[in-house]
């Protein structure tokens, strides 16, 4: 028995293809995308004088929170834990009103075709109106 013939080159590896295949197409929207862009940056009013003087305002209301002030610790614990209950409860409250929605809004499962098609709307409207 003869051993398998091995190829005389290394394996091919597989490349993803270029999301626009046509290289001139392809860099040519990349030149248009870095013009429109220099453009549009050139185009912002900044007022580099007024940034200039709100970077040290900046640094020093960032740097009033390293090393971090833990002395109203209970305060932190206190919120933390108000917020953690409220997002329980808001999840709760979801779950039990979706269930009775969930069972009008079912063809068959709902009593008659009334609520059957008020729930989707009630659904609906809810979903999408504010």
Known sequence: MTPPETPSTAPRTWR???FIASPLLRYGLIIVAVVYL??????????????????PRAARIFSGGFPPNLERYELL???????????ILATLLGVFLSIPF????ARNIAPCPSISLV???LLYRAAFTR
């Open 38 to 55: 220099v453009w549009a940056f050139g185009s912002l009013p900044f007022n580099w004088a007024r940034i200039s003087e709100g970077l």
């Open 16 to 18: 993803k293809p270029p």
């Open 102 to 105: 969930a069972v009008m809004a």
């Open 77 to 87: 614990i206190t919120g933390f834990k108000e917020s953690f209950q409220i997002a």
């Open 119 to 121: 729930a989707p709307s």
